[in-house]
């Protein structure tokens, strides 16, 4: 599966972004799919991922209450609606597709297809 994010940008403290990964090569039903991000001189982050049936997610504890992972199977989409934001939210955001359905992981090791990334900036 080929994964392409975008929705990325430059917005102020408080603003809301919507991210989007669209799949391609296979449907994306067929993965569990999660956000990174990676901040300049510091390691790629797991944010949120969202199970291949879309009834379970899991967010990291930085971004729960404000962002929202969902995914449309007919339009093979993910999505990340980030609200709030934060000068902290700052990275270069990436998708990443799991072939394993059955756990919902939160390490990169665990993800076998990852996006290009989209920068997202936000300022104080």
């Known amino acids: 599966v080929q994964l392409q ?3 990325g940008g430059l917005v102020q403290a408080g603003d809301s972004l919507r991210l989007s990964c669209a ?3 296979r ?8 956000w990174f991000r990676q901040s ?3 390691e790629r982050d ?10 379970r997610t899991y967010y ?3 971004v729960k209450g404000r962002f929202t992972v969902s995914r449309d ?7 990340l609606q980030m609200n709030s934001l934060k000068p902290e939210d700052t990275a270069v955001y990436y998708c990443a597709a799991d072939r394993d359905v059955y756990g919902l992981y939160t390490t990169e090791r665990n993800y076998e297809y990852w996006g ?4 997202v900036t936000v300022s104080s």
């Open 5 to 7: 994010a975008s929705g």
């Open 23 to 25: 799949a391609s090569g």
């Open 27 to 34: 449907t994306s039903s067929a993965y569990n799919m999660a």
């Open 40 to 42: 300049p001189g510091k």
């Open 46 to 55: 797991f944010v949120a991922v969202i199970n291949s049936s879309g009834g």
């Open 60 to 62: 990291a504890s930085s």
């Open 73 to 79: 199977d007919n339009k093979n989409t993910v999505c």
């Open 116 to 119: 290009q990334g989209t920068q």
